[in-house]
T-cell receptor, first 113, second 113 residues
Framework: GESVGLHLPTLSVQEGDNSIINCAYS??????FIWYKQESGKGPQFIID?????DKRQGQRVTVLLNKTVKHLSLQIAATQPGDSAVYFC????????????FGGGTRVLVKP | KAGVTQTPRYLIKTRGQQVTLSCSPI?????VSWYQQTPGQGLQFLFE???????NKGNFPGRFSGRQFSNSRSEMNVSTLELGDSALYLC????????????FGPGTRLTVT
């Protein structure tokens, strides 16, 4: 498969455990945030988004938390499965930037059986 | 609904040549954004097109250009290729410019030798 990052931070998690992936952003004007999952050889896949008027949003097995005070975003994956093994990216954009996303460096998640 | 398609999937070019990559967005989507992904720099925004007009531009040299057609299909062109242009080029489509979810295609892997 294609390498999306040679020196990514890696999170190893046991199958069935919960995973927490963290992301710090720097632009205090950012008000829309997205988490993407990228598997080897594929483009990023949308997971969940959150706007700055919320501090928590839940999807299927995933929860995103936003702390605007410290400019921190996290993605929680419940009951992690082998299919969750991938690289996860957070992305942000301020209102003035429209669809111009700024991506974080990514975190590799490895699920151990 | 068909996803975002990109052609070709793989390309090998020589320094100094030029290349054109194509992207067909999800039906009904009018915004197309392009990103470059490399192990060293991660995912970086190139430009966004909406209704055949460039709406946003990233910090790339003028050798990188794009356009969008009336059917929302988009092309990007890189002239006078350099070794450092080797990357995965990703296209993302979105319904509009109001910071909606962006859906990525599988990418075009460009190798410059």
């Amino acid at each position: 498969g294609e390498s999306v990052g040679l020196h990514l931070p890696t999170l190893s998690v046991q199958e069935g455990d919960n995973s927490i992936i963290n992301c710090a952003y720097s632009n205090s004007a950012s008000d829309y945030f997205i988490w993407y999952k990228q598997e080897s050889g594929k483009g990023p896949q949308f997971i969940i988004d959150i706007r700055s008027n919320m501090d928590k949003r839940q999807g299927q097995r995933v929860t995103v938390l936003l702390n605007k005070t410290v400019k921190h975003l996290s993605l929680q994956i419940a009951a992690t499965q082998p299919g969750d093994s991938a690289v996860y990216f957070c992305a942000e954009t301020p209102k003035a930037a429209g669809n111009k996303l700024t991506f974080g460096g990514g975190t590799r998640v490895l699920v151990k059986p | 609904k068909a996803g975002v398609t990109q052609t070709p999937r793989y390309l090998i070019k020589t320094r100094g040549q030029q290349v054109t990559l194509s992207c067909s967005p999800i039906s009904g989507h009018r915004s197309v954004s392009w990103y470059q992904q490399t192990p060293g720099q991660g995912l970086q925004f190139l430009f966004e097109y909406f209704s055949e007009t460039q709406r946003n531009k990233g910090n790339f040299p003028g050798r990188f250009s794009g356009r969008q057609f009336s059917n929302s299909r988009s092309e990007m062109n890189v002239s006078t290729l350099e070794l450092g242009d080797s990357a995965l080029y990703l296209c993302a489509s979105s319904p509009g410019t109001g910071r909606y979810e962006q859906y990525f295609g599988p990418g075009t892997r460009l190798t410059v030798t």
